[in-house]
């Protein structure tokens, strides 16, 4: 199962748990002391910063590793190309990594991340060479074995990109084999998502409650919320209609359905958003908000009511209006609910994200239009920014 | 989980006085980074939607009613925060409440939208651009110091890049690769200089501290690549090994910096950038010989120094946090 100490797995959600009270002041840090050291940790797990700096310097060593393989044993003898060699490859980076994680215990270090990654990309590309025939891919065997590896790997490592990347290959499977095997496949396949990922959903959920999967917290976050995008995708119109174009060839016409799947479009965000705050779940609570935006979008997309300037303004004001609401409201803890900043401290406090997010989209101010931009001269005033890219 | 904590507590590992706080606790659901990013959002649309709206209408009655409520909006949220704002120290200032961090973004941008159209429409500055560019970032540089809001610092610092006709924000540094003319390479060296030398004073005059680490961050991606470009740029001539030479100066000075105000962080890109340099000083040597065996050396180089790096990296990691 887990590659990871599991005792010091157990005892670093325990001081995780216990660092937390005592950020909010319930517990002393003597106290905190006495627990670290009757449950110490032995991982090596350095800050952000390391790992990102350990991750990039990984991937430059195998990478020129596995190049300097390749140029000795392979060239000459038409390996090169072929699966098996990437396969291999894919091996010797994965011995790496249950060597590195099981001698020196790197635990998120950068080092273990980095393997672990090369190994998926490497075992997928292979998976994708063995399955494709002089440029055509068999997307449903490609797809099948790249749900497999990252399943293992997801169990082996409860690594949150292989979680991602399991959940999604697993719907590119369902759909690949619907629509290749099933008769009036395309026309089903919405429903067969919906059902799929609702279910998966809802066993998810119960799956994050049970202690012996507390290992793998995170990574049933992040499929639930792939899982939570696919119900939603699943019936977006836009979708639906996109893909129903490219298996008959007609495009822009209006889908069977319709109103069905408009009102899933425009409700299932709100449902996500009621449900995310009837049960305080900050998964549904997120994705409902981010999936209003999609709603909206994709009306635009076939209704233009309004021209982009007002959409924009009127979007602006509304949703200012609702964060001041929401704040006035919350100004005093209601229902469970509070405003107040959460205790436990934001990793991105370190690099002060937000405000590198302020400078880069609000740096340039919107301009005149295109051409007119040569009147600024040299001063390049312009360039676009934001008023461009919607 | 509270059986876990009866656990601790029955093993002794917490007082009872802990123990009654914690299953006194309440679990408040707070939603602060939701109702922040809306709050974030909702100014990034308000302000681009604005933006589009007067230049759309220009030649319409409807422009200048756009331009007044622009106009209104930013005096409005001007006099909101300078009404709110706490006594200005050179000390890290608390804004007053959450909200008050936006409506000053908002006004903010705004200004700079109202002042961009006056310009454009108006002359305002005749055909003088420094002046056009200069007053919004003397405006955000007050701005942020006045109200204490590194957002507001920051961009006043892409301001001031293109103001000097450059820019710092990270996509235009990657994507605009005008490093091939020697103006560009010696803007963006003084930008660096300019950037560092304010982080310096920042620390040394003890003025706003906490704005160093924006400063820092520009300047030193700003000068290590302006830096790397003028290498690239003389690279058949002398000239080049100066540039390097100024390069690993630099770096030096960063690296005892970062050492001294403990941040990981600056230590990652010192020896990045380091590596980069060195590496394409390695490359050259290498590329000299003209030899097939040379692209085996090259290969055995980058896996050796990235190795040797990665213990380095752990071994500065771990004297980082024992100093």
Same mark, same amino acid.
């Given at each position: ?13 325990? #001081? ?193 409650? #049970?202690? #012996? ?27 639906? #209609? ?70 924009l303004?009127?979007?602006g ?31 991105m406090d370190h690099l002060k994200v937000e405000s590198l997010i302020v400078a880069e989209t609000f740096a340039k101010v919107p301009s ?12 390049d005033f312009g360039g676009g920014g934001s008023s461009s890219s919607y | ?35 922040k990013t809306?709050l974030y959002l909702g100014v990034l649309l308000l302000t681009s939607?604005?933006g ?49 961090d936006y409506?000053l973004l908002l006004?903010s941008v705004?200004?700079l939208t109202?002042?961009g ?16 560019t200069?007053?919004p970032m003397?405006?955000l540089?007050?701005t942020a110091?006045?109200?204490?809001h590194l957002g507001i610092l920051n961009m006043a610092i892409a301001n001031l890049a293109v103001w000097?006709?450059v820019s710092v924000t990270p996509k235009a540094l990657l994507l605009n690769s ?10 963006y060296?003084?930008l660096?200089?300019?950037l ?15 704005f160093?680490f924006s400063y820092q961050h520009y300047g030193v991606h700003v000068?290590?690549i ?10 058949? !001539? ?27 962080y600056?230590?990652?890109l ?9 590496? !394409? ?43």
């Amino acid at each position: 199962m887990i590659a990871y100490n599991k005792i010091w797995l157990t005892s670093l959600r325990l #001081q995780n748990d216990v660092k937390e009270n005592q950020n909010r002041g319930y517990i002393t840090a003597e106290e905190f002391k006495n627990i670290k050291d009757k449950y110490p940790v032995g991982f090596y797990t350095p800050g952000l910063f390391a790992r990102i700096g350990l991750f990039i310097l990984t991937i430059i060593v195998v990478t020129f590793a596995d190049g300097i393989l390749s140029l000795l044993f392979a060239s000459a003898s038409n390996l090169f190309d072929t699966a098996g060699w990437v396969f291999f490859l894919s091996i010797l980076s994965y011995t790496a990594l249950e060597v590195i994680v099981s001698s020196k215990h790197h635990y998120r270090s950068g080092v273990d991340d980095a393997l672990l990654f090369i190994s998926a990309l490497l075992s997928g590309v292979a998976s994708a060479m063995l399955f494709s025939h002089y440029n055509v891919v068999y997307y449903m065997p490609v797809s099948a074995t790249i749900f497999i590896l990252s399943l293992y790997f997801t169990i082996r490592f409860a690594d949150m990109l292989m979680a991602a990347l399991c959940g999604a290959a697993l719907f590119a499977f369902i759909y690949f084999g619907w629509t290749k095997l099933v008769p009036f496949g395309i026309a089903t396949i919405p429903f067969v998502i919906m059902l799929v990922s609702a279910g998966l959903y809802w066993g998810s959920y119960n799956l994050n409650r #049970q202690k #012996q999967f507390a290992g793998y917290y995170n990574c049933i976050l992040i499929a639930q919320i792939i899982f939570l995008l696919g119900l939603y995708t699943a019936g977006n119109y836009y979708v639906v #209609q996109t893909l129903g174009d490219n298996i008959s060839d007609q495009a822009g016409k209006p889908i069977p359905l319709g109103t069905f799947f408009w009102l899933w479009t425009m409700l299932i965000p709100l449902v996500y958003l009621g449900w995310g705050i009837f049960k305080k779940n900050t998964v549904l609570l997120r994705m409902g908000l981010v999936l209003i935006a999609a709603a909206i979008a994709t009306f635009r997309y076939y209704y233009h009511v309004l021209p982009l300037d007002m959409v924009l303004t009127m979007g602006g004001a509304l949703i200012l209006g609702i964060a001041y609401t929401a704040m006035r409201y919350l100004k005093t803890p209601k229902h469970g609910f509070t405003y107040a900043e959460p205790d436990t401290g934001h990793m991105m406090d370190h690099l002060k994200v937000e405000s590198l997010i302020v400078a880069e989209t609000f740096a340039k101010v919107p301009s005149p239009p295109a051409e007119e931009r040569s009147r600024f001269g040299g001063g390049d005033f312009g360039g676009g920014g934001s008023s461009s890219s919607y | 989980m509270d059986s876990l904590y009866e656990h601790l507590h029955a093993d002794g590992l917490i007082s009872d006085e802990s123990f009654e706080k914690i299953k006194q606790k309440q679990n408040l659901f707070s939603v602060h980074w939701e109702i922040k990013t809306l709050l974030y959002l909702g100014v990034l649309l308000l302000t681009s939607g604005l933006g589009l709206l007067i230049y759309e209408n220009i030649d319409t009655i409807g422009h200048k009613v756009v331009l007044a409520l622009i106009a209104l909006i930013c005096t409005g949220c001007f006099a909101y925060c300078f009404k709110m704002a706490l006594p200005f120290t050179t000390e890290k200032v608390k804004s007053p409440n959450t909200s008050s961090d936006y409506v000053l973004l908002l006004g903010s941008v705004s200004f700079l939208t109202f002042i961009g159209y006056l310009q454009y429409e108006y002359k305002a500055f005749g055909t003088n651009y420094n002046m056009a560019t200069l007053i919004p970032m003397l405006v955000l540089f007050f701005t942020a110091y006045y109200f204490d809001h590194l957002g507001i610092l920051n961009m006043a610092i892409a301001n001031l890049a293109v103001w000097m006709g450059v820019s710092v924000t990270p996509k235009a540094l990657l994507l605009n690769s005008g490093f091939d003319s020697k103006t560009i390479i010696y803007t963006y060296l003084v930008l660096g200089a300019i950037l560092l030398t304010g982080a310096y004073l920042t620390q040394r005059l003890n003025f706003k501290r906490h704005f160093k680490f924006s400063y820092q961050h520009y300047g030193v991606h700003v000068t290590f690549i302006s830096l790397l470009a003028g290498y690239f740029f003389y690279y058949n !001539s002398a000239f080049a090994l100066l540039w390097m030479l100024a390069l690993f100066a630099i770096a030096f000075l960063i690296y005892l910096d970062a050492f001294k105000s403990h941040s990981f962080y600056f230590l990652l890109l010192v020896v990045l950038y380091g590596y980069v340099a060195i590496s !394409s000083l390695v490359v050259r040597m290498l590329l000299l010989a003209q030899d097939e065996g040379a692209l085996y050396l090259l290969m055995l180089y980058f896996i050796g120094s990235a190795i040797g790096l990665i213990f380095l990296l752990i071994n500065l990691n771990k004297r980082l946090k024992a100093s």
